[in-house]
């Protein structure tokens, strides 16, 4: 008894069931949306159409289309209210010809090998698009993170990092927080490799500040994806006080984006997370919110606290056919896909989300003229500060926010720019396809000048 078709209606999504319901937690088919394709067939075919117009021979695509090494291993752990409990986690490096492999872990009862491979593919040509020297990779354990507690989390992150330390370490493979991971999860991480190793800071990305995480890690992410809105805005002619920002999602990058982009005089006017979602046109504000959020109150519950003028609750689907200039999916992957996509009335789409996007809707968007800024450059802003965080680890300092930030934004534009300016070479193609480009024969440059496979 499992899989989707199968599980008690009332049990929400990521949470354990209670006990003497089924007791399977795992694997559970991918459910966000329509999924038209697994989501490594979604990244795959992306890579095809790039690699396409690059004329890259067959043999060689194999080579940088599929993952170098995946790993799978058992992580049991004896769960306060369910006994032994079996999880699964997964390690997958997709590409090292640049660097060092590089990406994050993430805690979700959804979590599958297809989702992690595609993750990690993901990653490799993020970091090349963004030109930091990293290779790609991506973690995760199919656990609902949302039901365990403290100790919980803690045995299920030391017990997965003993059976990976292995191929772990500063200059192989260095993971980072992603989807309910976070700073004091990377902090056991870093300690538990510490165990097996000696101490090295710079295996995990992310870490607390105290334990040499960099500062301005936790909100670069979203701060990434402001970068992104700045460089469309100013190509699209968009004011930022001519601009509605819709968010999907308000996790680490939907609520720092939030934060940020209304800095800049951008309204917020609709906003969700699992609970439900929120829509106002004089606009949310996201500082009010997040403290609501902290004091342990519900989003859909923010229409009826103090200061939020206006606020009403509407359901998702409203939520994602709200008129906006500004629609950033920073939840799961497939929220966007071919049943709603039609339904988006977005100037342009900002992918703070892995994965957000199907191809069918992708397609469907093009065709409407939205601007999809992709996941692979719109979310990097995450991965460009673990960088720096890495490099701050190995030369023993520190840099200021300030520093931190700027040189975010300074690495943002270029890659905006770099991306935009191959967009429009030529016949005009949409700028995922421009981004995937860029990786791609970076990738493949790294692969020939190392000589790898014969390919010279
Ligand atoms: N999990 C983030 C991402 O998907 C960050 C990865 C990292 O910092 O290594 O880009």
Redesign the pocket.
């Known amino acids: 008894m499992s899989g989707r078709g199968h599980h008690a209606p009332d049990t929400p999504v990521g949470r354990l069931p209670h006990p003497d319901k089924s007791p399977r937690v795992a694997n559970r088919a991918p459910h966000t949306g329509v999924a038209e394709t697994s989501s490594f067939d979604t990244v795959s075919h992306y890579f095809d159409v790039a690699a396409d117009r690059l004329g890259i021979p067959e043999d060689l695509r194999t080579v940088v289309r599929t993952a170098y090494r995946e790993i799978q291993v058992q992580i049991p752990v004896k769960l306060r209210d369910h006994g032994i409990h079996v999880f699964s986690g997964y390690r997958v490096q997709h590409n090292g010809a640049r660097g060092p492999f590089?990406?994050?872990i993430r805690y979700h009862e959804r979590v599958n090998l297809d989702e992690v491979r595609a993750l990690a593919a993901l990653?490799t040509w993020?970091t090349a698009i963004v030109n930091i020297p990293f290779g790609g990779a991506k973690g995760g354990v199919n656990c609902p993170a949302q039901d365990l507690d403290e100790t919980e989390l803690q045995l299920i992150t030391r017990s997965f990092v003993d059976k990976i330390a292995g191929v772990l370490g500063p200059t192989r493979d260095i993971p980072?927080?992603?989807v309910n991971t976070n700073a004091q999860v990377m902090a056991w991480m870093m300690d538990e490799y510490g165990k097996l190793h000696g101490d090295a800071p710079a295996v995990v990305?992310?870490k607390p500040i105290s334990l040499g995480g960099s500062r301005g890690r936790e909100s670069a992410?979203g701060r990434g994806v402001v970068c992104a809105y700045r460089e469309a805005a100013h190509a699209l002619g968009v004011r930022p006080d001519a601009t509605r920002v819709v968010i999907q999602g308000f996790g680490n990058v939907g609520s720092w984006a939030a934060r940020i982009i209304t800095q800049l005089g951008c309204r917020l006017i609709g906003v969700s997370d699992t609970t439900g979602a929120l829509h106002s046109q004089a606009g949310i504000d996201p500082e009010a919110l997040a403290r609501h959020l902290a004091e342990g109150g519900k989003l859909v519950d923010f229409a009826d606290a103090e200061g939020a003028i206006g606020v009403e609750a509407i359901t998702p689907s409203e939520l994602m056919g709200l008129e906006c200039e500004v629609l950033i999916p920073a939840a799961l992957g497939g929220a966007i896909h071919v049943a709603n996509a039609d339904s988006i009335r977005a100037r342009m789409v900002i992918e703070g989300a892995?994965n957000p996007t199907t191809p069918g809707a992708d397609e469907i968007l093009d065709a409407n003229g939205v601007l999809v800024i992709p996941d692979v450059l719109a979310?990097a802003g995450?991965?460009v500060v673990?960088y720096f965080e890495w490099v701050q680890n190995l030369q023993h300092v520190s840099w200021e926010e300030r520093e931190v930030n700027d040189r975010l934004a300074k690495i943002m534009r270029r890659a905006y720019g770099e991306v935009q300016e191959r967009a429009k070479r030529g016949d005009l193609v949409p700028l995922r396809i421009a981004a995937y480009e860029l990786g791609i024969e970076r990738v493949l440059e790294a692969t020939r000048m190392r000589g790898y496979g014969g390919y010279a």
Do not use: R
């Open positions: 590089k990406g994050g990653m993020k980072a927080p992603d990305t992310g992410t892995n979310n995450g991965v673990s």
